[in-house]
């Protein structure tokens, strides 16, 4: 190898102003290029960069290639999946907060998943009920049954993927479910280092034994979910995959389903057509949205 060498790569993470750029042959810890603050640009994990490499195994990032997409809260770019995990029970399911997510990944052009975890601990039926009809994957897993874990294994497979849901849901377990060797620290284990809970610290892209990364995130605390992205109210229905077979059939053109009489999304939830806790969040982010200020959308 050249002493120096331009390389194109793949930023795993991101810590304390280094990051950790994959290339064809070693993963080397670099420093940005001063240009990259000046013009407000925060490479991210997932980032696709050219550096010059260096033999002693650090570089410089020159240059981050376009983005397919790029999330704030996980932040994250060019995901081809989000996994929104949550917990059947410790902690109850937030359906708002899942359902904000999903409308995150689906206005990024994301794929969402719905993985739900602790199936030891209570039925899931319902829950799993909810997002199957809403029309998207559904994963059930348990981390006292490594074999619950195949099915969202072999679908991971090739994709770059991050996980993200509230804190304590079971993210870190699940990575060290999928595969031991990614070894993520739990709160199980986080509890006898004395730690408290929160114990995922930052966004890591962790590759995959048959192919692609998966991205261990921070979880969400309650204060944090009033902080995510926001989605624009007019671009929020699209979000919403089930909603679509009813547009066009409102009353009302520019129908905002909220208020409006002779609403056809308001007719499918009555007729049980699509699930009234997945219209609730619709209606409270519909409201969010509305009551933001021009200056507060990013
Ligand atoms: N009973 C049961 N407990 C689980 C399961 N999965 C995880 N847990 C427990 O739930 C707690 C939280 O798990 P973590 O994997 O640390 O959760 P996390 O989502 O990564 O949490 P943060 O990193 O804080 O966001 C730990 O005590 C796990 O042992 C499961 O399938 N069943
Ligand atoms: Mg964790
Ligand atoms: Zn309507």
């Not at 995901?79 to 109850?92: G, M, N, Q, Y």
């Not at 975890?117 to 998207?136: I, P």
Request: charged share 20%.
């Amino acid at each position: 190898m050249m002493a120096v060498a331009q390389q194109s790569g793949l930023i795993l993470q991101s810590i304390g102003g280094f990051y950790y750029v994959e290339t064809a042959d070693a993963v080397y810890e670099c420093k940005a290029r001063g240009a990259f603050r000046k013009e407000g640009v925060t490479p991210l994990s997932g980032d696709r960069v050219t550096i010059t490499a260096q033999a002693d195994g650090t570089g410089i990032l020159q240059e981050i290639l376009p983005r397919r997409n790029a999330l704030v809260r996980p932040p994250v770019a060019n995901l081809d999946c989000l996994a929104i995990v949550a917990s059947v029970t410790e902690p109850k399911p937030n359906l708002q907060l899942l359902d904000k997510l999903i409308a995150i990944a689906e206005d990024a052009a994301i794929e969402p998943i719905v993985v739900i975890t602790k199936s030891d601990l209570d039925e899931t039926e319902a829950l799993e009920t909810v997002y199957r009809t809403a029309g998207f994957p559904v994963f059930v897993v348990t981390n006292t049954d490594a074999a619950s874990a195949a099915a969202l294994t072999a679908f991971l497979q090739g994709k770059i993927t991050a996980f993200t849901g509230n804190s304590g849901v079971g993210k870190s377990s699940l990575l060290n479910l999928i595969d031991p060797a990614l070894c993520r620290e739990t709160g199980e284990i986080s509890k006898k280092l004395g730690r408290g809970r929160h114990t995922t610290r930052s966004v890591v892209l962790l590759p995959l034994s048959g192919g692609g990364y998966l991205a261990d995130t921070p979880g969400f605390s309650a204060l944090d979910i009033e902080r995510t992205q926001p989605i624009d109210k007019d671009a929020l229905f699209n979000c919403f995959r089930e909603f679509e077979p009813y547009f066009g059939k409102c009353r009302f053109t520019g129908c905002s389903h909220v208020h409006e009489p002779d609403c056809a999304i308001q007719k499918a939830v009555e007729a049980g057509e699509i699930a009234l806790s997945r219209y609730e969040s619709y209606v409270a982010l519909y409201s969010e949205a509305k009551e933001r200020k021009p200056w507060e959308n990013t």
